[in-house]
Nanobody, 126 residues
Framework: QVQLVESGGGLVQAGGSLRLSCAAS????????MGWFRQAPGKEREFVAA????????FYADSVKGRFAVSRDNAKNTVYLQMNSLKPEDTADYYC???????????????????WGQGTQVTVSS
């Protein structure tokens, strides 16, 4: 199994920045990609960003392109989500997830992921 622990959420004003972290432990050698998803109250969980563990290819939802950046530190088994120019509509619970799929085209879909963190809350005030 893989354990994922997110941190870094909080309350920020519109236009501000936050950096989320996701620390992975356990059988991380089986991980090919890491993703970030978010779920706002009353809405479905949606894809935000993903990164391949080897090679570092990145993938973004259109709604966050140019504002968010996903990165990883393989030595620390940690993935980051740098969120800039935050908007009130970015308010949600943010989850990281790991996938053993080597097909990066699947990274946009939550059912490709095997393990999930507990989530961290991000609130952007207007």
């Amino acid at each position: 199994q893989v354990q994922l622990v997110e941190s870094g959420g909080g309350l920020v004003q519109a236009g501000g920045s936050l950096r989320l972290s996701c620390a992975a432990s356990g059988r991380t050698f089986s991980t090919y990609g890491m993703g970030w998803f978010r779920q706002a109250p009353g809405k479905e969980r949606e894809f935000v960003a993903a990164i391949s563990w080897i090679g570092g290819r990145t993938f973004y939802a259109d709604s966050v392109k140019g504002r968010f950046a996903v990165s990883r530190d393989n030595a620390k088994n940690t993935v980051y989500l740098q969120m800039n120019s935050l908007k009130p509509e970015d308010t949600a619970d943010y989850y990281c997830a790991s996938t053993s799929s080597g097909y990066s085209g699947s990274y946009y879909y939550s059912n490709a992921y095997d393990y999930w963190g507990q989530g961290t809350q991000v609130t952007v005030s207007s």
